[in-house]
């Protein structure tokens, strides 16, 4: 089973900067695409940041411009750099991986790590 662990969460002022990270526990094949979710109190889950086997990258409007998901395999990392932060970017978020093997889909998620930013 794989597990996901997020880390690099924090209290930042508005402004500032924080990058998460997300370790997979070992090497994950047929990766469809990695992708980080947000979830504020009260507030649906909302799909932040995503990037493909192909590394092709796609960016909620809310973030565009200032976050930028990206991946190392060698280290089964995938980060998520955010800058400009905003205090209505305080959320719980959430990694997650969307497989592909054999037809069938697999989704993994991390447990998430806390983002808090101040005004």
């Known amino acids: 089973q794989v597990q996901l662990v997020e880390s690099g969460g924090g209290l930042v002022q508005a402004g500032g900067s924080l990058k998460l990270s997300c370790e997979a526990s070992?090497?994950?094949?047929?990766?469809?695409?990695t992708a980080w979710y947000r979830q504020a109190p009260g507030n649906q889950r909302e799909l932040v940041a995503s990037?493909?086997?192909?590394?092709?990258?796609n960016y909620a409007d809310s973030v565009k411009g200032r976050f930028t998901i990206s991946r190392d395999n060698a280290k089964n990392t995938a980060y998520l750099q955010m800058d400009s932060l905003k205090p209505e970017d305080t959320a719980v978020y959430l990694c997650?991986?969307?497989?592909?093997?054999?037809?069938?889909?697999?989704?993994?998620w991390g447990q998430g790590t806390q983002v808090t930013v101040s005004s």
């Open positions: 997650n991986v969307h497989r592909i093997y054999f037809g069938k889909n697999y989704y993994y």
């Open positions: 070992r090497f994950i094949f047929s990766i469809n695409a």
């Open positions: 990037i493909t086997g192909a590394d092709t990258t």
